[in-house]
């Protein structure tokens, strides 16, 4: 039976500010900046917005959409909590919402001063998801994702014999996909070499194996697949959503297996409800937190077999040109960090083919990840259509 | 209570009612662990329920301090001004006898002799009158 989401709901508009180190502007700023840009990519006006899901927490609420956009009558406020995960997460949401006409455009956005404002180290600690870290962690040294995440890549390298040299491939082939961009916080080439002369933040997680601490905002709305064939940009529909919790969610410590992500069972929920599967897939973008997380996500997806994932990055496979293109915007390891909504978005243009130097040809179906928190997960995949 | 500025504050935990009793221990010199008093399985961190049969009592009991080396990391960037002077230490993640996990500093083992199954002993250093945290050492 076919799944009562697949096809009901389209990404309709896209929209991102300039992704920066340093700005004067506040989150909210950012994240109505960005509004007001996939707003009018979708050619909708702001009234039509009836539906918000800002990244929570951090950024603005329903009562500031509703405040700065001037909002007749929103019908739909939600947040989704899933750290990195949630932008992918709240488009299920979004799209359960249009489906069954509760809303008609669900507004999803991040606004994020990572760089002019509070580092990760102080910024999750005040997220409910990380009290067990901050309690249990926090106090013997670890802080931060690069730490937390670290002991996991360890325990691939040791069982699996993946090595640093996989590691940088996935960070240089980001960059060079960044370059191409132009939107972007790392424009200037990287090397292997740099790459492992770069500083040990904890190990094996070097400096270039982490995403950037960026200032941005970003956002898309999502409207009804039939209402969305009438707006002004080729219509991208959802053909498969889903989220995924693991074991022992709000500490990787205490789960049974480290690299059980929640991806896993999103991705089976995914792919099933898209009908489609890894071969399917024309170009991906994988929430890239870190290098690692990359390699990891990409044997969940079924592109490889789990322990394969360093092999498999390697000889330009992820590139431009290769047999699965990885993100082609440069991620947040080299674009910016906006949460994952920026993979989102790059994959809505690949499909409408808006990605100007980094297009994949004929790029017809597509895939984006999200990964946050101690381990949730999300799956979308889109189709351009016919 | 005096203040002391140039030294950067430790982060310490903040126990809830549900954990109180892992944090008392640890400043006795026990590793206390939470067991449901219906089905018996042990279960970490502290939580008001148990996952398995949802019975919401449960029993402190002191585990053995022996485990094995499950993975690790050496964080290199503090993250935290307190952890800059300590900075590179091992954090390592055990696998405890009792059948759960501790992740804490590994202390008196060298970055190159760190391997997946290597016997470790649990410690306790108290970093205040109050509070008492766990480390590693080769056992």
């Not at chain 1, 390891?333 to 297009?359: C, D, F, M, Y």
């Amino acid at each position: 039976m076919v799944h009562a989401l697949r096809e009901k709901a389209a990404i309709s508009g896209v929209g991102e500010t300039a992704y920066t180190r340093g700005t004067t502007k506040s989150g909210l700023a950012l994240q109505l900046e960005a509004s007001l840009k996939a707003i009018d990519d979708a050619g909708l006006s702001p009234r039509e917005i009836d539906g918000v899901i800002p990244y929570f927490p951090g950024g603005g609420i329903a009562e500031d959409f509703i405040a700065n956009l001037g909002l007749p009558d929103l019908t739909l406020s939600l947040f989704v909590p899933m750290g990195g995960a949630t932008c992918v997460s709240a488009i299920q949401s979004a799209a359960m919402a249009v489906a069954t006409g509760v809303a008609k455009n669900v507004l999803i956005s991040v606004g994020r001063t990572g760089y002019s404002g509070a580092r990760v180290s102080t910024r999750l600690q005040q997220f409910p998801q990380f009290a067990l870290a901050a309690e249990f962690e926090a106090p013997i040294g670890m802080f931060a994702p690069a730490q937390l995440y670290a002991q996991g890549a360890r325990r691939h390298m040791e069982l699996y014999g993946t090595t640093p040299r996989h590691f940088a491939e996935v960070a240089v082939v980001t960059r060079q996909h960044a370059i191409l961009n132009g939107n972007v916080v790392m424009n200037k080439p990287l090397t292997v070499e740099e790459h492992h002369a770069s500083r040990m933040i904890s190990d094996p997680f070097r400096l270039f194996d982490c995403s950037l601490e960026s200032d941005g905002g970003a956002a898309v709305i999502v409207s009804a697949a039939d209402r969305a064939r009438d707006l002004k940009k080729p219509l991208v529909t959802i053909m498969g959503v889903a989220e995924g919790h693991p074991e022992s969610p709000a500490s990787i410590a205490q789960r049974p297996d480290l690299l059980d992500f929640g991806l896993v069972k999103a991705a089976k929920r995914g792919y099933d409800m898209a009908g489609l599967g890894p071969k399917d897939i024309d170009v991906a973008e994988i929430y890239d937190c870190f290098t690692f997380t990359v390699l990891r996500q990409l044997e969940i997806l079924g592109f490889c077999k789990t322990g394969e994932g360093g092999p498999f990055v390697m000889d330009g496979r992820i590139a431009l040109g290769g047999e699965l293109p990885v993100n082609t915007h440069g991620g947040l390891l080299s674009q910016g960090h906006v949460v994952g909504l920026n993979h989102v978005i790059e994959l809505t243009r690949q499909l409408r083919r808006e990605a100007g130097k980094a297009q994949v040809k004929d790029a017809e179906v597509g895939l984006v990840t999200g990964y946050g928190d101690m381990g949730d997960g999300s799956l979308a995949i889109l189709r351009r259509a016919a | 209570m005096s203040t002391t500025p140039a030294q950067p504050e430790r982060p310490l935990p903040t126990p809830t009612r549900d954990s109180q009793p892992y944090w008392d221990g640890m400043r006795e010199g026990r590793f206390m662990l939470q067991h449901c008093a219906a089905c018996g399985k042990v279960r970490h961190y502290p939580r008001p329920a148990c996952p398995h049969c949802h019975s919401m009592e449960s029993k402190w009991e002191a585990a053995p301090l022996g485990g094995k080396i499950h993975t690790w990391t050496v964080c290199h960037h503090p993250f935290n001004f307190f952890f800059k002077q300590a900075a590179p230490y091992i954090v390592a993640l055990v696998d405890m006898e009792a059948g759960v996990r501790v992740n804490a500093p590994l202390r008196g083992i060298a970055e190159k002799d760190l391997e997946i199954g290597a016997r470790v002993r649990l410690a306790f250093e108290p970093v205040t009158k109050d509070v008492t945290l766990p480390y590693f050492v080769a056992g």
